[in-house]
């Protein structure tokens, strides 16, 4: 049974940080790609970024690119996402997600797996 926990959310300021956490269990961590999405009240879930399982290559939101960094670490089978300048447009439930399927990552419905998601509360 796969077993995804975001931790890390709050609140914080316009301008502020945060980062997230994704830990995985039960099943093989390393193998697959792992992706962060988040959903703003009122609005459907989106992309925020993705990485593959090796580390070397990440994808981005255009809304975040620039102020969000996602890595991740095989050994502790945890993903992350380092989140700086903080808009008040970014407020919301992220979410982390695994197992993609080979087609647009870009879409939720293409994971598998997702987390209880943790929120992210950002004051202007």
């Known amino acids: 049974q796969v077993q995804l926990v975001e931790s890390g959310g709050g609140l914080v300021q316009a301008g502020g940080s945060l980062r997230l956490s994704c830990a995985a269990s039960?099943?093989?961590?390393?193998?697959?790609?792992m992706g962060w999405f988040r959903q703003a009240p009122g609005k459907e879930r989106e992309f925020v970024a993705a990485?593959?399982?090796?580390?070397?290559?990440?994808f981005y939101a255009d809304s975040v690119k620039g102020r969000f960094t996602i890595s991740r670490d095989n050994a502790k089978k945890t993903v992350y996402l380092q989140m700086n300048s903080l808009k008040p447009e970014d407020t919301g439930v992220y979410y982390c997600a695994g197992d993609p399927d080979g087609s647009d990552w870009r879409l939720g419905r293409n994971w598998g797996y997702w987390g209880q998601g943790t929120q992210v509360t950002v004051s202007s």
């Open positions: 039960g099943r093989t961590f390393s193998n697959e790609p």
């Open positions: 990485i593959t399982w090796s580390g070397i290559n990440t």
